[in-house]
């Protein structure tokens, strides 16, 4: 994998469009479920991960192990827009979507 982006922002900015709604949306692969991934090195080894993780581990400036489940508030499962995701815990998610059914 050629090293073409200074850092991960950029590299996060070049494979995703801002919509009209605000949201930023990947372009690049994704889960069956629409969910963003990218293939990131870890230890030497090309792995796929998921792009909204990343991309909230970097704007937090922590590593993307360290979060816990990350909620669109935008709920566009494509969105990497880290203004728009929240670590939160699993449980706390499952009463939110039973809350508010989604409404931003
Ligand atoms: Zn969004």
């Not at 889960?31 to 991309?55: E, F, N």
């Not at 728009?84 to 815990?89: A, E, G, N, R, Y």
Request: proline letters at 6%; charged letters at 20%.
């Amino acid at each position: 994998m050629p090293h073409k982006y200074a850092n991960m922002r950029e590299r996060i900015n070049a494979n995703a469009i801002r919509v009209s709604c605000g949201c930023l949306i990947w372009i690049s692969k994704t889960t069956p479920g629409g969910y963003p991934q990218m293939c990131v090195r870890v230890k030497g080894k090309v792995k796929t991960k998921l792009a909204h993780r990343i991309s909230l581990a970097d704007h937090l400036g922590i590593k993307p192990y360290r979060l816990n489940y990350v909620h669109h508030i935008c709920n566009n499962p494509a969105c990497v827009d880290p203004l728009h995701l929240v670590s939160i815990t699993q449980r706390k998610n499952l009463l939110e979507r039973r809350n508010n059914h989604g409404a931003f």
